[in-house]
């Protein structure tokens, strides 16, 4: 449902029109497309909040409560942004105190632009502290578990699904082997992959370019699914239709093939990341090794998985360990 604006910004203070002033800074400041369309749809829904409210388009009158309200509603709110033509499925979903955090830094950035191009003297986000989301525990996909997918993969396949089941084996294997990125994987073209060696070229968060690479058993994934794919275009990645698979289609193609093949819990396509960071540090220690390779210009990142892996191998110590079972305890 929609409402009128109950009364009209001049127009340098007009909150939808600075809102696109941001966002075409966001873009001449050489952010990646994938960060420019993150603060455009988390954007777009404030908008869309805003109107619902029938909140003013003057930027002057929008004031801390209406910020914590918005919040208060994307955190409580299972129904959010009229759901039809959302595109969002996770949009019935309650969300994560991370989807929050989101929203708020989002809005902290915007109001602070405001702020400086002389629209505000102060951001209405000022007063409002948000604490970071606290770190979980890493949880990626188990041996078992990629194994039921990739079989769901090759039945496709063999059961005359060749293209869908190439294709989604390939693109399984080159998250688990690369450890890159949805957006990362979804912007491939044809010429970024050496397929001699398996070198793969990516443009990672703030357009920087680096070079991963998969395995033997990836490459030939990646090789069988390049028969079966149209002639069409330079994007890697096509859908049934012979159009470039987007990040969303990618997303859902995962979220299918888990449910197909019986692997539960939570997480998705980034699951496959972590998967790969843990493996790549089991086989190789070099903590700036995989730095490199999965593209994070700190180690914080890097010193999240250090501690997961030690958390699994203390665990499996303690089976042997356990002060109970030595001695025998009944």
């Not at 910004?9 to 809102?19: D, E, F, Q, Y």
């Not at 994938?34 to 908008?47: A, H, I, K, Q």
Request: charge should be positive.
């Amino acid at each position: 449902m929609t409402t009128s604006i109950i009364m009209d910004a001049p127009p340098g203070t007009s909150l939808k029109s600075l809102v696109n002033g941001f966002v075409l800074t966001k873009q001449t400041e050489g952010k990646s497309p994938r960060t420019v369309e993150f603060y455009s749809e988390n954007l777009r829904r404030f908008l869309w909040y805003a109107l619902k409210q029938n909140w003013s388009d003057d930027v002057r009158l929008i004031t801390e409560w209406n910020i914590r309200k918005f919040l208060g509603y994307v955190s409580s709110e299972t129904l959010r942004w009229g759901i039809e033509g959302n595109g969002s499925e996770t949009s019935r979903n309650k969300v994560s105190f991370t989807t929050v955090h989101h929203y708020y830094v989002v809005l902290a950035n915007f109001f602070g632009w405001v702020v400086r191009e002389g629209f505000l003297k102060e951001s209405p986000t000022l007063k409002i502290k948000i604490g970071k989301p606290k770190t979980k525990v890493i949880k990626p996909y188990t041996q078992e578990e990629i194994i039921k997918m990739i079989a769901v993969c090759d039945n496709d396949y063999e059961h005359n699904a060749k293209f869908l089941g190439s294709r989604n084996k390939a693109i399984l294997l080159m998250f688990l082997d690369a450890g890159i990125r949805l957006s990362e994987l979804a912007g491939i073209q044809l010429n970024d992959v050496n397929t001699a060696n398996g070198n793969i070229r990516v443009l990672g968060k703030g357009n920087k370019e680096r070079v991963v690479r998969i395995g033997k058993v990836a490459q030939k994934s990646l090789w069988r699914y390049l028969m079966h794919r149209p002639g069409n275009g330079n994007t890697l990645w096509l859908n049934e239709e012979g159009k470039p698979l987007s990040c969303v289609g990618v997303q859902s193609l995962i979220q299918r093939l888990k449910i197909r093949a019986g692997v539960k819990g939570s997480g998705s396509v980034h699951r496959f990341r972590h998967t790969f960071a843990l493996n790549f540090l089991r086989a190789d220690k070099n903590v700036f090794n995989l730095q490199y390779l999965l593209g994070h210009s700190q180690l914080e990142m890097v010193r999240r998985y250090t501690a997961t892996l030690g958390m699994e191998d203390a665990l499996k110590a303690h089976e042997k360990a356990s002060p109970a079972d030595i001695m025998g305890l009944r």
